[in-house]
């Protein structure tokens, strides 16, 4: 596919969006526009198969996601996961008001629960959450892919290439703490940068993170039925 002007079809048109945003008084005749090439794929009316080699933008079916321009080494600092501070009871009722964030689409909310295991360290009105649904940065675009754990140990090191670490800078505060991520592995120049949501796929009550279809791709992924496994921790 070319970009080359001299190599694609130019047409200009009556009444033009671009001059008019320009300078809507003093409207400029239109300087021509290219006619982009499309890629058209197949669709549901094609009666082709959802496999059919013409279908290859759409099934990747996870949205945006993020990569790296650069080579990054193991335990490379990515970036850190931005969010409102919400209490659990705060992020619960936003959702409640405003369908549109218990969409799929929606990043996650992150439980800052490092401290959970500290017994009494904290009410359960005080539990707070990360809600990247209005306000975040980058990270909210890190799509979710699996990490391998065994029931007692989590030895987190398969397909995700990042791993969430909770960050103390400056804050006594045990309530709150900062989140960033790490890479796990050396990770390729264009790799997509994945982390682990901690969904629960089998898990039929309702969980912060919003279950979604995984198309994670790897063979360890949580969200294809097997017989017997044992559950990960809900993050
Ligand atoms: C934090 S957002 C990631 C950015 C998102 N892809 C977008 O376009 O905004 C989380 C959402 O991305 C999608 N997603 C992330 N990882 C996925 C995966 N492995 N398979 C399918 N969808 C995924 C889900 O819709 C999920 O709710």
Same mark, same amino acid.
């Given at each position: 596919?070319?970009?080359?002007?001299?190599?694609? #079809?130019?047409?200009? =048109?009556?009444?033009?969006?671009?001059?008019?945003?320009?300078?809507?008084?003093?409207?400029?005749?239109?300087?021509?526009?290219?006619?982009?090439?499309?890629?058209?794929?197949?669709?549901?009316?094609?009666? =082709?198969?959802?496999?059919?080699?013409?279908?290859?933008?759409?099934?990747?079916?996870?949205?945006? %996601?993020?990569?790296?321009?650069?080579?990054?080494?193991?335990?490379?600092?990515? =970036?850190?996961?931005?969010?409102?501070?919400?209490?659990?009871?705060?992020?619960?009722?936003?959702?409640?008001?405003?369908?549109?964030?218990?969409?799929?689409?929606?990043?996650?909310?992150?439980?800052?629960?490092?401290?959970?295991?500290?017994? %009494? +360290?904290?009410?359960?009105?005080?539990?707070?959450?990360?809600? +990247? #649904?209005?306000?975040?940065?980058?990270?909210?675009?890190?799509?979710?892919?699996?990490?391998? #754990?065994?029931?007692?140990?989590?030895?987190?090191?398969?397909?995700?290439?990042?791993?969430?670490?909770?960050?103390?800078?400056?804050?006594?505060?045990?309530?709150?703490?900062?989140?960033?991520?790490?890479?796990?592995?050396?990770?390729? +120049?264009?790799?997509?940068?994945?982390?682990?949501?901690?969904?629960?796929?089998?898990?039929?009550?309702?969980?912060?993170?919003?279950?979604?279809? =995984?198309?994670? %791709?790897?063979?360890?992924?949580?969200?294809?039925?097997?017989?017997?496994? #044992?559950?990960?921790?809900?993050?």
């Amino acid at each position: 596919m070319t970009r080359d002007p001299q190599l694609q #079809s130019i047409s200009s =048109c009556m009444d033009c969006p671009l001059e008019r945003s320009r300078n809507e008084e003093m409207l400029e005749p239109c300087k021509g526009h290219l006619n982009r090439k499309f890629i058209k794929e197949c669709w549901r009316k094609c009666g =082709c198969h959802k496999q059919c080699g013409n279908r290859v933008v759409q099934r990747d079916g996870k949205g945006w %996601g993020l990569k790296t321009l650069e080579k990054l080494p193991k335990g490379a600092f990515v =970036c850190e996961y931005i969010g409102e501070i919400l209490t659990i009871k705060e992020r619960h009722e936003r959702t409640m008001q405003n369908s549109s964030i218990t969409k799929t689409e929606n990043p996650p909310s992150v439980l800052l629960d490092a401290y959970w295991n500290l017994k %009494g +360290a904290l009410k359960d009105e005080e539990y707070l959450c990360l809600d +990247a #649904s209005f306000y975040s940065n980058v990270a909210r675009f890190i799509n979710h892919s699996w990490q391998i #754990s065994f029931s007692f140990f989590p030895a987190r090191c398969l397909d995700a290439n990042l791993i969430e670490i909770p960050v103390k800078i400056e804050t006594p505060d045990h309530h709150y703490y900062h989140l960033a991520f790490f890479t796990t592995r050396e990770v390729d +120049a264009l790799e997509e940068l994945t982390w682990d949501y901690g969904i629960d796929f089998d898990d039929d009550n309702d969980q912060p993170n919003k279950k979604f279809q =995984c198309k994670c %791709g790897s063979k360890f992924c949580r969200n294809m039925k097997r017989p017997s496994r #044992s559950r990960p921790l809900a993050r």
